[in-house]
């Protein structure tokens, strides 16, 4: 996935933050998919799949998920998502200084913030299953 | 005459890379720990079996007040010499295991039936002389008593306190516990008291009342201290085990009392009591591990023609994308166009031209040569301009950092150089005191800025930029200690080296400090006070070349240890 900063990385599964229930991440179905009678559950395949993709880095859900969007093409082969999240990430403190190099032998010498983003991914079923083709994360500066 | 000072500091001793079977040798010329107290009778005819969690049972039973048999879990029972002392209902005993590398102190609270029990070995890590040490808590089993739910624990309790200490054998110590993993200390008579030296350390409650302290002195000489202290009364009964820069084996028990010299700020949140250490993204499960700052895994030693090449390659001045300069104050204005002559006592007198806000040229007076260089300047308080630069093509790679008191025109120089005996890529620095000439500014004929004491004690908190703050305790008049703070605030890692300080106005000193045996930074502020501020120059050499950068940061009072009275200068004891 891209980044918008090379020195953001998302922080390790152990975060309170991962705590927060995704289960009630809503989604809604995009009124072409709906014309084409997608099944109920790509919708439920997509957004699981999304929510595993956020949960492994760290994200939870922005809000109630009335922003977020599951579109399933005519085909019911493809699909795009949107998926509005608040990410725990950390910025490394730098240029290296002796201060800095310091911090880091006790697990310091970042900066933890969060941040709202959205997941944006393309998808297609492969073998019956929903695979993720392309995803990125956009930083929005504020929640949705 | 003999004197309090030691040919070469803690610091800048090669103690030896003892072998194992040197240690094990060593090992086996002593059967117990010595002690100037009598020892402790109270374990005497008597059997304990201590139950520790996670780890074996340890079944003691002593002879008498010297002698003990023990057992590890099933293992067969051991013979061994042994030492007891008591602090109220507190008794700390301490063994080695014969014919091993390893030993245990144990603390047992005869009220609470609690214990608390350091196993400690030799040879566990790279160099072996470096005491590593478990700590296990648990219990001594009463019969038909249930198993208490309680435990002594690590804790935050003691952070921030100080306390001055005399053994029993008249070691003299200061002692402070400004973080909880870390710990500062001034060896008053066997070194002198010039410097704090720091170590990591544990700290352990026992009840409100009652603690236990514990460091290694790592990358020293590996010498593990331990003891039990009433912060109330200002007590310890502890022990000691270690070889000493001649190798020579200490093991011996110690009563002390002293006095407590303070309690400076804790960081943490409130109700934040310290049973955790947060340490991020750092793994220490494994047997003894703990956060060991060691500087110069990181920051190799270079000869000083390796230093050469490596300025030739790169020299960082004034970098604009700064981590110590987050909170940098202004450039001053005043310095520009400005044309004066720095003269300090002893001869040497430096022609100013400052060309612009950031370029100046300099000569000694009497040169026709002037040099150009890059510079940056702060008034930290008003008629006060702090600036610096390089003098390109010294030899040593100089460097000035400058303090200006215009209203009083006086000068105060720290000259730095890079390079001394022990490391080419170590700065040393030299103070100058001076006055300035120009036109307008008639100075003073005998007044000058001095050397103070009035930092001595104190902690101040310096945020550089957000996430990167680190505390300064003026532990001496010579040194100087930084912390740096866990993500709770807590204190962390910390290290010493030598410094002095400067007063320049009320509430307005300049500092260096000298990151030897380390990084070899040369680090030189002026500490605002009354702005809470400081400005300075970083100066340091490595393999990137070299690096004159600003500082900027802002304070926090945290603080302050009542310790100036122990390092004036006093008649040595007469010992018979």
């Excluded at chain 2, 215009?406 to 040393?428: K, R, S, W």
């Amino acid at each position: 996935m891209s980044l918008t900063s090379s020195r953001r990385r998302f922080i390790g599964a152990t975060s309170l933050a991962l705590s927060a229930p995704l289960a009630g991440l809503g989604a809604s179905v995009a009124g072409a998919a709906a014309t084409s009678d997608p099944l109920p559950d790509h919708v439920g395949e997509i957004r699981a799949l999304m929510h595993e993709h956020a949960k492994r880095l760290n994200a939870g859900p922005d809000g109630f998920g009335s922003l977020d969007r599951i579109d399933v093409g005519a085909d019911g082969r493809t699909a795009t998502a949107t998926l509005h999240c608040v990410v725990e990430a950390e910025t490394a403190i730098g240029p290296d200084c002796p201060l800095v190099d310091m911090a880091r032998q006790q697990g310091g010498g970042i900066v933890r913030h969060t941040e709202h983003g959205v997941f944006d991914a393309v998808l297609s079923k492969r073998d019956g299953a929903w695979t993720i083709e392309r995803i990125s994360f956009r930083a929005t500066q504020f929640p949705p | 005459m003999p004197t309090p000072y030691p040919k070469e500091q803690m610091h800048r001793i090669k103690y030896t890379k003892l072998t194992p079977e040197q240690i094990a040798g060593k090992l086996s010329t002593v059967s117990a720990p010595t002690s100037a107290s009598p020892w402790s009778e109270v374990f005497s005819g008597t059997t304990l079996k201590i139950v520790l969690d996670g780890g074996p049972a340890l079944t003691y039973r002593f002879t008498d007040r010297t002698r003990l048999s023990f057992t590890e879990g099933d293992a067969a029972a051991v013979q061994a010499g042994y030492g007891a002392l008591t602090l109220d209902r507190v008794v700390l005993f301490s063994h080695l295991v014969p014919r091993t590398p390893r030993g245990y102190t144990v603390v047992v609270d005869q009220e609470t039936h609690l214990a608390t029990v350091f196993e400690t070995w030799f040879s566990g890590y790279e160099d072996n002389r470096e005491v590593q040490r478990q700590i296990s808590y648990g219990y001594v089993e009463q019969a038909g008593a249930a198993a208490p739910a309680a435990r002594h624990a690590i804790t935050n309790r003691l952070e921030g306190k100080g306390f001055y200490w005399k053994q029993d054998a008249g070691v003299e110590t200061l002692e402070h516990y400004p973080t909880v993993v870390y710990s500062n200390f001034v060896e008053l008579s066997r070194f002198g008291g010039e410097l704090s030296f720091c170590a990591p350390s544990d700290y352990i409650k026992i009840s409100d009342d009652k603690y236990v302290y514990s460091r290694v002195e790592a990358e020293f000489s590996g010498t593990m201290t331990t003891y039990v202290l009433d912060p109330n009364r200002a007590e310890q009964i502890g022990v000691r085990l270690g070889f000493t820069e001649t190798d020579t084996l200490e093991y011996y028990l110690f009563r002390g009392r002293g006095e407590w010299v303070g309690q400076i700020a804790q960081f943490e949140p409130f109700g934040d009591v310290g049973t955790k250490v947060p340490m991020g993204n750092r793994n220490l499960t494994t047997k003894g591990a703990r956060a060991v700052y060691r500087p110069l895994k990181t920051n190799p030693i270079m000869t000083k023609a390796q230093v050469d090449a490596a300025v030739v390659q790169n020299r960082t001045i004034f970098a604009p994308d700064n981590a110590m300069a987050g909170n940098k104050g202004p450039i001053s204005r005043f310095l520009s166009g400005q044309e004066l002559t720095l003269r300090y006592d002893g001869g040497m007198a430096v022609n100013y031209r400052f060309d612009s806000l950031e370029k100046l040229r300099w000569r000694r007076d009497g040169d026709a040569v002037w040099h150009e260089e890059q510079y940056e300047s702060w008034e930290s308080a008003p008629g006060v301009v702090m600036f610096g630069h390089l003098l390109t093509g010294a030899p040593q790679h100089d460097a000035f950092s400058v303090v200006v008191d215009f209203d009083h025109a006086l000068v105060t120089c720290l000259h730095g150089t890079m390079g001394t005996p022990y490391m080419g890529n170590e700065a040393a620095v030299k103070t100058l005191f001076g006055v300035v000439e120009m036109p307008g500014l008639t100075p003073p004929r005998y007044r000058r800025h001095q050397f103070t004491d009035e930092l001595v004690g104190r902690a101040v908190s310096w945020n550089y930029r957000p996430g990167l703050t680190s505390m300064h305790l003026y532990s001496t008049p010579h040194s100087l200690s930084w912390i740096i703070f866990l993500e709770n605030g807590a204190g962390g890692l910390e290290w010493s080296g030598p410094a002095s300080y400067v007063k320049i106005r009320d509430e307005l000193y300049l500092a260096y400090w000298l990151e030897e045996a380390c990084n070899g930074t040369l680090g030189t502020i002026l500490v605002n006070l009354r702005t809470m501020r400081n400005c300075g120059v970083d100066y340091a050499a490595g393999p990137k070349g070299l690096r004159l950068n600003a500082v900027g940061a802002h304070a926090r009072h945290a603080g302050r240890f009542n310790t100036a009275k122990y390092f004036a200068p006093r008649a040595v004891e007469v010992r018979s």
